[in-house]
């Protein structure tokens, strides 16, 4: 069982007639659901806020509908807003569908006298309780629906929680922590941007992170690399996608080495202080780690302490990425963020330029399975 | 002014116990708002499903909080399911953002005795009574939230509400009745989807259709065609277009007629028959008319009215075009709907072959501005 959540909205010119909620919106609600409602209660919150709940008699599984009145005195034009939200268990109305909750806007909309309802709104039912959710986020934060036709792999690590789900629009998709990490139809957005069509051949490389496998493979099928390390802390990512993403990893996680790479299950902080160390150098690195993260507020002081963690991680990264670097002609690639959080880009923009006194290339691209444009970085150390 | 909804849920292993609601649940919502909350009503629905309003004191706008029990022992492992909904006028929390919620969420979770909570989830806050609201869905119904950063045209034609605003991850995005038509983004994916590949050099081509001028100005900048006839019977569309739009339609809309196309306002339909009766014949006829309606139930006879009439204008359009193509060579271009709507595809797909007795090619495109996979045709009509 789930619970499923119709929210309806009315913008009103004038306020509500007890009258017109009695008579005709409640009938309205009785006709189209075809069940018997009574009024479970009645509040008067302050001046014209008011809730009201109503509900059907004689079921075992109860359908609420509470409607709340909205005093909206501060705009001329709208002098309330009129909230519904319909809630009933998914044992009713299983077929209830989109197009049936804009024909119930329709109907709820002629309750009103003419030119009483300046503008209506109906939401897609919204099915709460899921043991699998697919309502994800952008990096703004706007919700975005997927469809998932299958969950192939659900488990959690020490470090995120896992899932690879089948969907139609994206293929398969790994998500780390509810965020899409990648599908399998973004191969050319997401990892071809990440690549910066610079030449890989004869080279040194090391990937930090990118436990999906996608840019291992891209660069192994399509270059002569002289060697390419990829180190990432998550085991049990590299296992779910070599079970179940095997078209983004190749056959490269089946064996964990080979002739010209290694996959490598450790902390890449701690190896990159190694090498550096040894005073190893590579032509390119990869920062496939984690995003930026978004600011909660504009003041850039106001950071909380996981996004606090975070740009500690980011800036570790860079810092030991940047001594890791051949001088003068090395490169360290990375994903941002979305476009839609230009604070975020700019924090790192000035990481970039400001603390390691470097210059940058950036590219935007759309990845269909963020369903936003993403922001790509190819950082280059100054010439001093 | 509009309203924010916060929707939260929990899956439960064991029924909610009233003590955790008065003392932790209420509590934490205190200490995270910083309000103070009394009870507004308190109902017993049936069995185990109960009904909890609170709300702040002394305050002119409201702040509500809905908790309903859901009683689950139809499964085994989850005894109810509890909701939450949170809701307030922007006037209040203005700075709420989704991080917040998350937050709010995992606060709430630790109310529950260990073991208690199976799963917990929050959604973004939802925005209600917005004069343009930005929450879209996709052809299956899921929802989608956009990210409106300007509202640049907004009229009702006779036909249809007609919107141009502009985004960040698509451009300036067209919308006819709350669907999205097309985004300045979007131009390879969708418009060069409907073409096919072909070649148009020296071609007739009828455009049914097309509003946005998309098409029209693709065939024109890169081929050269004997001629080309758009016609779409939606004036304002085009005046809307090509004065926001102007990087999708060209200058095409400038004039509304060149050495090698015209631009015509009026019925598609009238113009065929006519067309047919002088024995006209074209090597290309493109369908940019409506998408094909999603059957509301698995049961093709209880199609609604605005289905069928629908489904009675696609049929024409395909009867009429089939009538005025080059016999043998000439070609239906359509785009369909959404790869997430099969039973739509395979109606369509279905009136081809059986009553018209066509073959078609079909094709899959990922439209960005549409967040989802859609479906394009290429139909011949039989060699016979």
Same mark, same amino acid.
């Given at each position: ?160 929680? %896992?899932?690879?789900?089948? $969907?139609? @629009?994206?293929?398969?998709?790994? +998500?780390? #922590?509810?965020? *899409?990490?990648?599908?399998? =139809? ?89 090498? %550096?160390?040894?005073?190893? $150098?590579? @032509?390119?690195?990869?920062?496939? +780690?984690? #995003?930026?993260? *978004?600011?909660?507020?504009? =003041? ?85």
């Amino acid at each position: 069982m789930t619970v499923k959540t119709i929210l309806l909205d009315f913008r009103l010119k004038k306020n509500l007639d007890q009258d017109v909620l009695d008579n005709k919106i409640i009938s309205t609600f009785e006709e189209y659901f075809k069940i018997s409602l009574f009024r479970v209660s009645h509040n008067i919150l302050n001046n014209f806020s008011q809730i009201w709940i109503y509900s059907d008699k004689d079921s075992n599984s109860p359908f609420i509908i509470s409607i709340k009145s909205w005093d909206n005195t501060q705009e001329k034009e709208i002098s309330s807003i009129l909230t519904m939200n319909i809630e009933y268990s998914s044992k009713r109305f299983t077929e209830l569908l989109t197009c049936d909750v804009i024909e119930l806007e329709k109907r709820l909309t002629e309750c009103f006298p003419q030119g009483f309802c300046d503008k209506a709104k109906s939401f897609p039912v919204i099915e709460r309780g899921l043991e699998f959710s697919d309502y994800l986020t952008t990096s703004d934060n706007r919700i975005v629906q997927y469809n998932y036709e299958r969950v192939l792999f659900s488990q959690s690590s020490i470090y995120q929680d %896992i899932m690879i789900v089948d $969907t139609i @629009d994206h293929g398969r998709m790994l +998500l780390l #922590d509810d965020l *899409v990490n990648l599908a399998e =139809n973004d191969t050319s957005f997401y990892t071809q941007s990440l690549m910066f069509g610079n030449d890989f051949d004869g080279k040194d490389i090391l990937i930090l992170g990118g436990g999906d496998g996608g840019l291992l493979k891209e660069i192994l099928d399509n270059y002569k690399p002289a060697f390419v390390t990829m180190i990432d802390i998550d085991e049990l990512v590299i296992k779910a996608v070599k079970e179940h993403m095997p078209s983004v990893c190749g056959e490269y996680f089946n064996d964990m080495q080979g002739s010209n790479y290694e996959v490598i299950i450790g902390d890449a902080f701690q190896y990159m202080e190694e090498r %550096i160390k040894e005073r190893k $150098t590579y @032509d390119f690195i990869f920062g496939d +780690l984690t #995003d930026t993260p *978004v600011p909660s507020s504009s =003041n850039m002081n106001e950071i909380g302490i996981d996004d606090k963690f975070k740009w500690d991680l980011i800036c570790s990264a860079l810092s030991k990425s940047i001594r890791l670097l051949k001088p003068a002609e090395g490169k360290y690639l990375t994903h941002c963020n979305g476009k839609s959080v230009p604070l975020a880009l700019k924090t790192f923009e000035n990481l970039v330029t400001q603390k390691f006194n470097c210059s940058y290339e950036r590219k935007e691209t759309f990845v269909p399975s963020f369903m936003e444009i993403w922001v790509f970085y190819e950082v280059s150390p100054s010439a001093s």
